[in-house]
């Protein structure tokens, strides 16, 4: 069955510091990975997604993740960080080797950046 | 082009009472999943609907039942309601062609 590990509770960081949010996965087959983020009392947005191709995957925001097959993870980065980039993270990922449309999320990761 | 949406924002139930939550799906898609995210945890996958029928179902009881409806929107339905389905329900819409679920704002259900 697929999972997805946040190791993170909570991530801080300075305003304009670079920022990465940790996701690893476990699925029988192939991946397609996920981010989204929730703000409070909101719905989740989607961020970026690796389907196939290229390891590193750009999305909204200035957020890109990198895809890395060996290490099953598929961590959430941003050069330099905003303010109004505090919210609730999810991974997420969805197993393809039976087309399996289920999505499985992590726990979620609260990132905090300091002004 | 309106995304996804659901009703209500809000709902205050008491334990066995009956709800039914609705979504609308983003359009051009013609997939509804629904999720269930507890305070402080990710979403839990509860089923999806595709053609108007139930085609994956998540750990949740029988109590959880769907519909979707010609025009793809969906209902989540859930009887003998119980303290521990409080919680924020998601619904989330894709296309049967491409892998992307998009969410609606969900719907905070509070049963006492």
């Known amino acids: 069955a697929q999972s997805v590990a946040q190791p993170e509770d909570q991530v801080n960081v300075a305003e304009g510091n670079p920022l990465t949010v940790k996701c690893t996965y476990s699925?029988?087959?192939?991946?397609?990975l996920f981010w989204y983020v929730q703000y409070p009392n909101r719905g989740l947005q989607f961020l970026l997604k690796?389907?196939?191709?290229?390891?590193l995957v750009k999305g909204s925001y200035g957020f890109e993740a990198e895809f890395n097959k060996s290490q099953t993870s598929f961590h959430l980065k941003k050069p330099s960080a905003l303010v109004s980039d505090s919210a609730l993270y999810f991974c997420?990922?969805?197993?393809?080797?039976?087309?399996?449309?289920?999505?499985?999320f992590g726990k979620g990761t609260r990132l905090h950046i300091l002004p | 082009d309106a995304g996804v949406t659901q009703s209500p924002t809000h709902l205050i139930k008491t334990r066995g009472q009956q709800v039914t939550l609705r979504c609308s799906p983003k359009s051009g898609h013609d997939t509804v999943s629904w999720y269930q995210q507890a305070l402080g945890q990710g979403p839990q996958f509860i089923f999806q609907?595709?053609?108007?029928?139930?085609?994956q179902r998540g750990n949740f009881p029988d109590r959880f039942s769907g519909h979707q409806f010609p025009n793809y929107s969906s209902e989540l339905n859930v009887n003998a309601l119980l303290l521990g389905d409080s919680a924020l329900y998601l619904c989330?819409?894709?296309?049967?062609?491409?892998?992307?679920?998009?969410f609606g704002p969900g719907t905070r259900l509070l049963v006492l």
């Open positions: 609907y595709y053609e108007e029928e139930e085609r």
């Open positions: 699925v029988s087959g192939n991946p397609y």
């Open positions: 690796y389907i196939t191709g290229d390891n």
């Open positions: 989330a819409s894709s296309s049967s062609i491409q892998e992307t679920q998009y």
């Open positions: 997420a990922v969805r197993d393809t080797i039976r087309r399996d449309d289920k999505i499985i």
